[in-house]
């Protein structure tokens, strides 16, 4: 017999809420992402420079090439080879706005554990034991989580180091999530 999404409702909210619990625990209370982050020695002179430009919020790479033919150019060649080489997210000038962020964050997490959810309900059927359900939640829920931040590794410049502590996030996670789903998961009646 096959499991539908609303039979995985208290999985899915609790997978989701615990998830912003380890996030938050993991930023706040441990704080290994405080590593993730360098300070550039002589901020004031750039964020003057990035002010003076009067740039909106956005992602920016410097040098800025429209097309990947622009990068045979001389001239362009030249830029990079003085650097700097960056990427640069700008957002709106202020305080984060805290509330919305964990909001949103929340939000993807629960929505994340609906994806899981309907994965599993394509896998498993009611009654599937533990062990079964664990596997396949934990693999899903890390594909979720972490996978897809490899290419920011690979492609704009975040260090390998910070991409293994969200891994590692990533696999607590999932870890959470499989281990909610397979005690929760629907029994045979």
């Known amino acids: ?6 039979q995985l409702w208290l999985p899915i909210l609790l997978g989701g809420f615990l998830c912003w619990v380890a996030s938050a625990v993991f930023h706040m209370v441990i704080k290994h992402h405080n590593a993730d982050y360098k300070k550039i020695s ?3 002179d750039v964020s003057d420079a990035i002010r003076s430009g009067n740039i909106k919020p956005g992602l920016y790479t410097m040098p800025y090439c429209k097309d990947m033919k622009d990068m045979g150019d001389e001239n362009m060649q030249q830029k ?17 706005p805290m509330g919305k962020l964990l909001g949103q964050q929340i939000l993807f997490f629960i929505i994340s554990c609906i994806l899981v959810a309907y994965a599993a309900t394509l896998t498993l059927t ?5 062990i079964s359900v664990f596997r396949v939640v934990m693999v899903t829920s890390f594909l979720a989580f972490g996978w ?10 975040h260090p390998w180091s910070n991409c293994i502590r969200f891994l590692i996030d990533a696999l607590i996670y999932a870890a959470i999530v499989a281990g909610i789903f397979a005690w929760l998961w629907p029994a045979v009646v």
């Open 1 to 6: 017999m096959s499991v539908s999404l609303i």
């Open 80 to 96: 990079f080879k003085q650097g700097p080489v960056a990427m640069l997210a700008v957002f709106e000038n202020g305080m984060p």
């Open 126 to 130: 009611v009654g599937a034991d533990f």
């Open 42 to 44: 002589n901020e004031d």
């Open 148 to 157: 897809a931040l490899i290419p920011f590794s690979i492609w704009m410049g």
